[in-house]
């Protein structure tokens, strides 16, 4: 037992050395935009970090293999991630992300072998989350990387939007990074492979699932509409008609401000025809004892009094599962207005989007009486963060922009603060904390 550990306290450092040497940028998040070639033209920088990660990855495999802890090495995985997160600024977005996400696909991350504390364990929908911290659409447009992304240790993580046929999305530069607010513009306009390359991908990974080869983990499946698509619901339709058996939970987006129109069907009539169309088309499926996936609808933050009212009355009148509070900020809030980049246009996501997207989410909250699930998104960058969406309302909580520019170890880092955050007010469970704030 003893030779064990020092073997391990003598790789360990060795490779701590190595990883300090070598600076790999493997586990820094760009943000949005994947692009939805399969070998993207990567600058030199970016190929050069494909090979140093493999290295990395070789020396962290023969590393964890001789540990007799695992729980402790991957502990020390997660922190030693935060080596690489500043070389990913140095990086295009888009090329950084692609290579976030190769590194996900092939395992080149950190693993989470601990588990969850009990304090976040719940049941939604039927399903069991070990902790309610979610990665949101955005990161994996086409389902590229979820083994490796549940395997950082999120609850759930939803792949998406995934639109029917493939599109390019947007012209580039399409991505903006604002560091100093801790936020990031984008206009990538629905870019992804299309419903075939996402679904012939979701059902190998679902076959290996069915194996018991992988680890459990909930996956969301965000589905979109093509720019040109002339018929809405039938794009929404097609995607769960093809998506859906692969899904834990399904997410109609209407509320992306880079496709033209999209938003508009977050109106009363348009959204209650557009979610009595796909809720069919899901129904007339066949489920097994389990029934169908839930499914939810994701909303803006730039919505009127009103507007909330009549999403809140199609909600309950047609008994929808959830909603994801919020999608990106068109506005531009005084604190990012300091900043150039801020005239860009497009979906502003990260810290200033978090009180905006706080108060449509408590409206909502109290809106809906409570009644249905609440998904938090938007702003989410500590443990306190997410204490504080579940206090407005939120059952589960997602984020992203955080995630772009912390990397893996902020993951662990926000589930214990937010254990922590229940423990010292005295909330035995996540479900004793939802909603404190509106009662």
Known sequence: MMSGKIAFGTMKGSLTHKLKSMAVPIANRSHYCSSPTAKPDLPRSSRMGRLLSGAVIGLVGGAYASTLDEATFSGWLFSASKVANPLFALLDPEAAHRLAITAAARGWVPKEKRPDQQILGLEVWGRKFTNPIGLSAGFDKNAEAVEGLLGLGFGFVEVGSVTPLPQEGNPKPRMFRLRDQGAIINRCGFNGDGIAAVAKRLEAQHEVKQGGETGSGILGVNIGKNKTSEDAAADYVQGVRSLSQYA??????????????????????????????????????????????????????????????????????????????????????????????????????GKPLFSLSNDVLKDMYILTKGKIPLVGCGGVSSGEDAYKKIRAGATLVQLYSAFAYGGPALIPQIKDELAHCLKRDGFKSIYEAVGADCR
Do not use: C, F, H
């Open 248 to 349: 834990d939970y399904l997410v109609i987006n209407v509320s992306s401000p880079n496709t033209p129109g999209l938003r508009q069907l977050q109106g009363r009539n348009q959204l209650k025809d557009l979610v009595k169309k796909v809720k069919a088309a899901r129904d007339e499926m066949q489920w097994g004892k389990e029934g169908p996936p839930p499914l939810l609808v994701k909303i803006a933050p730039d919505l009127s009094k009103q507007d909330l009212e009549d999403i809140a009355a199609v909600a309950l009148d047609l008994s929808l599962d959830g909603l994801i509070i919020s999608n990106t900020t068109i506005s531009r809030p005084e604190v990012v207005q300091i900043n150039p980049v801020s005239k860009e246009s497009g979906g502003l996501s």
